[in-house]
């Protein structure tokens, strides 16, 4: 893992530092517009992804390979906490992630692990711009004040920290397997006839088995900044198949943001999201018509991990005293966003509801 120290690659025409560009899917030269094609080979790095142990990063070696393979600023937001990491010259004014003003620099002892992996924006702003726009117009309570606004001023592209498992489990299971059976019985009814009625009876009976399964880059945000319920509406990113190697290159003149929630968290983290699944494909395994009592004993082996970048266009803006996000996958260009509801849009709503169901009345009645 030395792909932070790796060279730079200067524009080959005017030597300025390039840039990654969405739109084109290549470096560019932010001052001549020169376009250099990305090789992964470029890195140093083999083409094909690579795991790091877990096991080894947690309790012998902690990860030393840290920082961003060029020189960075920090900024600390005052209102909602949010890292923001400056690579290259690019300074910010207000937080990416709730437009405060109030950022401060942020100083650390160690600089975070350096991720091996970005999946670069695909989604030029232009294209986010658009469905953005489209986005809130179809959306019937939001105030107007906002659909006129040129709500897309604030769009900020932003790479956020992920870490991704990948663990092989062995689990042992046992259970209670219920069989349903039925059996006839008769009865009064109220009239004192005899009548018949099928009763559902449940036979229990002990069951076990066991359960081989691998998981392959089970995916744990680090990001604090952007608003869990949206993060998870524009899911997945395509983290097994589309990342290129790290280089200072795709996060130059973008915001990053720094992860809070760290290796150690986020590896226990994933062991609970195993432990969940892994229960539900055990259960899937019990036979008969419904089961109790499932104990499972699961092993867990081999466990990996890596550190990946992926990229959402972000808009935040405040109404009243409310922070709201619009995001938008940057590889996918899936959407998700918050927005007020105006009050008086709905009230004249319901109220044309209620007239037109008196009218309907009104007219039943005098006919
Ligand atoms: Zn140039
Ligand atoms: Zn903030």
């Known amino acids: 893992m030395n792909n932070a120290t790796?060279?730079?690659?200067?524009?080959?025409?005017?030597?300025?530092?390039?840039?990654?560009?969405?739109?084109?899917?290549?470096?560019?030269?932010?001052y001549c517009g020169t376009l250099v094609p990305w090789k992964n080979s470029e890195a140093g790095l083999p083409g094909e992804v690579q795991e790091n142990d877990l096991t080894v990063a947690l309790q012998k070696h902690p990860v030393d390979q840290?920082?961003?393979?060029?020189?960075?600023?920090?900024?600390?937001?005052?209102?909602?906490?949010?890292i923001s990491v400056f690579v290259g010259n690019k300074v910010a004014q207000r937080c990416d992630f709730c437009g405060s003003p109030s950022i401060i620099d942020h100083q650390t002892e160690r600089d975070a692990i350096t991720p091996q992996y970005v999946l670069p924006f695909k989604i030029s702003d232009g294209q986010?711009?658009?469905?953005?726009?489209?986005?809130?117009?179809?959306?019937?309570?939001?105030?107007?004040?906002?659909?006129?606004?040129?709500?897309?001023d604030t769009l900020h592209g932003v790479y956020l920290p992920?870490?991704?498992?990948?663990?092989?489990?062995s689990a042992d299971w046992t259970a209670e397997a219920g069989h349903y059976y039925y059996?006839?019985?008769?009865?009064?009814?109220?009239?004192?006839?005899?009548?018949?009625?099928?009763?559902?009876?449940?036979?229990w009976v002990p069951a076990s088995g066991s359960l081989q399964h691998f998981f392959d880059d089970e995916l744990i945000p680090g990001t604090t900044g952007v608003h869990p319920v949206l993060l998870r509406q524009v899911e997945p990113f395509p983290t097994l198949t589309d990342l290129k190697a790290y280089s200072p290159e795709f996060v130059r003149g973008w915001t990053v943001e720094r992860y809070q929630i760290d290796l150690h968290k986020?590896?226990?983290?994933?062991?609970?999201?195993?432990?969940?699944?892994?229960?539900?494909?055990?259960?899937?395994?019990?036979?008969?018509?419904?089961?109790?009592?499932?104990?499972?004993?699961?092993?867990?082996?081999?466990?990996?991990?890596?550190?990946?970048?992926?990229?959402?266009?972000?808009?935040?803006?405040?109404?009243?005293?409310?922070?709201?996000?619009?995001?938008?996958?940057?590889?996918?260009?899936?959407?998700?966003?918050?927005?007020?509801?105006?009050?008086?849009?709905?009230?004249?709503?319901?109220?044309?509801?209620?007239?037109?169901?008196?009218?309907?009345?009104?007219?039943?009645?005098?006919?």
């Open 6 to 30: 790796v060279g730079k690659h200067p524009c080959p025409e005017c030597g300025g530092d390039l840039q990654w560009n969405a739109g084109k899917q290549s470096l560019a030269c932010p």
């Open 66 to 82: 840290r920082g961003w393979g060029e020189a960075q600023r920090e900024v600390q937001c005052q209102s909602c906490h949010a």
């Open 128 to 152: 986010v711009r658009d469905a953005i726009r489209k986005w809130y117009g179809s959306r019937w309570f939001a105030p107007n004040r906002l659909k006129h606004a040129a709500l897309t």
């Open 162 to 169: 992920y870490w991704t498992f990948d663990s092989h489990v």
């Open 183 to 203: 059996t006839t019985e008769t009865y009064r009814d109220s009239n004192g006839r005899t009548q018949t009625k099928q009763v559902r009876h449940t036979r």
């Open 266 to 367: 986020a590896s226990e983290l994933n062991h609970q999201d195993m432990q969940q699944k892994t229960e539900a494909l055990c259960s899937a395994q019990v036979p008969g018509d419904t089961q109790r009592n499932l104990n499972v004993d699961a092993q867990y082996q081999g466990r990996t991990f890596k550190h990946v970048l992926v990229p959402v266009w972000l808009v935040s803006y405040t109404y009243g005293s409310k922070n709201f996000q619009i995001l938008a996958n940057g590889y996918t260009g899936t959407l998700a966003g918050e927005y007020p509801k105006s009050w008086i849009k709905i009230f004249f709503a319901v109220l044309a509801v209620i007239m037109f169901v008196l009218i309907l009345v009104s007219l039943g009645e005098s006919q």
